[in-house]
C-alpha cells in the first residue's frame, strides 16, 4: 500500500523567510507520481507540480522549489521569501498501483498548515 | 474556461438520510474521482469514474456510491448517513485518467451531519 507522510503538522514564519514543506513517500510501484497541492482557506485544491518517478531533476518555479530525491524517498517543497498569501494548508500527493487505465486515486499526505505572519 | 462545478456548495442533513451530490468537470474531460476530506482522516479517495463507468474505488462502505452520466457530469450518492460522514466532499476532474495527468479540483461539498 502506498503512504505519504508530511511530518510537519504546522509551520509558522515570519514573512520573508525561507520555509521547507518535507514529504516522504512509501510505494512499491517502480513508476509512479508525485504531486504537491495548496489548499487555501477556501477549500478548493490547487495543482502546484506533477513529477514522475524517472525524474529526479530539481525544478523551480518563481518563488517555489521542488526537491525529489528518489534514495529517501522524499519529494519536499521549498517557499523562498514567504508572502503572507502563502498561508495555507499544503498537501503532498502520490499516484496509486496503475490498474488499466484509470487515473488512480490519489493517496494524500496530512498536510502542513503552513502560517506566514506579517 | 470554466473549472470544476459542485453543487450544493453547502449542505446539512440528519442522521439516516440519504444525500446525493453533483460534479461537472471541466468541459472536455472525461474523468471523475471523488475525495472525502475529514480533520481526522484526512483527504480520502473514494472513487473513479470515466465513460460512465466506476475504474477505481477506495476503502468507503457501500453506502458511498456514484455513477458518470454520458455528459462526463457525476453523482456521489450516501445513504443512511452517520455522523462521521460530515466532511467536505471533494471532486477532481481530469482530462483522459490516465494516473500521470493533473487532476483539477472543484470548490467542494460541505456536507453536516446532525
Known amino acids: 500500500a502506498q503512504k505519504v507522510t508530511q511530518a510537519q503538522t504546522e509551520i509558522s514564519v515570519v514573512e520573508k523567510e525561507d520555509v521547507t514543506l518535507d514529504c516522504v513517500y512509501e510505494t512499491r510501484d517502480t513508476t509512479y507520481y508525485l504531486f504537491w497541492y495548496k489548499q487555501p482557506p477556501s477549500g478548493e485544491l490547487v495543482f502546484l507540480i506533477r513529477?514522475?518517478?524517472?525524474?529526479?531533476q530539481n525544478e523551480i518555479s518563481g518563488r517555489y522549489s521542488w526537491n525529489f530525491q528518489k534514495s529517501t524517498s522524499s519529494f519536499n517543497f521549498t517557499i523562498t521569501a514567504s508572502q503572507v498569501v502563502d498561508s495555507a494548508v499544503y498537501f503532498c500527493?502520490?499516484?496509486?498501483?496503475?490498474?488499466?487505465?484509470?487515473?488512480?486515486?490519489?493517496?494524500f499526505g496530512k498536510g502542513t498548515h503552513l502560517i506566514i505572519q506579517p | 474556461k470554466a473549472g470544476v462545478t459542485q453543487t450544493p456548495r453547502y449542505l446539512i442533513k440528519t442522521r439516516g438520510q440519504q444525500v446525493t451530490l453533483s460534479c461537472s468537470p471541466i468541459s472536455g474531460h472525461r474523468s471523475v474521482s471523488w475525495y472525502q476530506q475529514t480533520p481526522g482522516q484526512g483527504l480520502q479517495f473514494l472513487f473513479e469514474y470515466f465513460s460512465e463507468t466506476q475504474r477505481n474505488k477506495g476503502n468507503f462502505p457501500g453506502r458511498f456510491s456514484g455513477r458518470q452520466f454520458s455528459n462526463s457530469r457525476s453523482e456521489m450518492n450516501v445513504s443512511t448517513l452517520e455522523l462521521g460522514d460530515s466532511a467536505l466532499y471533494l471532486c477532481?476532474?481530469?482530462?483522459?485518467?490516465?494516473?500521470?495527468?493533473?487532476?483539477?479540483f472543484g470548490p467542494g461539498t460541505r456536507l453536516t451531519v446532525l
Open positions: 477532481a476532474s481530469v482530462r483522459s485518467g490516465g494516473r500521470d495527468n493533473e487532476q483539477f
Open positions: 500527493a502520490l499516484s496509486g498501483q496503475y490498474s488499466g487505465g484509470g487515473a488512480d486515486g490519489l493517496t
Open positions: 513529477r514522475n518517478s524517472f525524474d529526479e
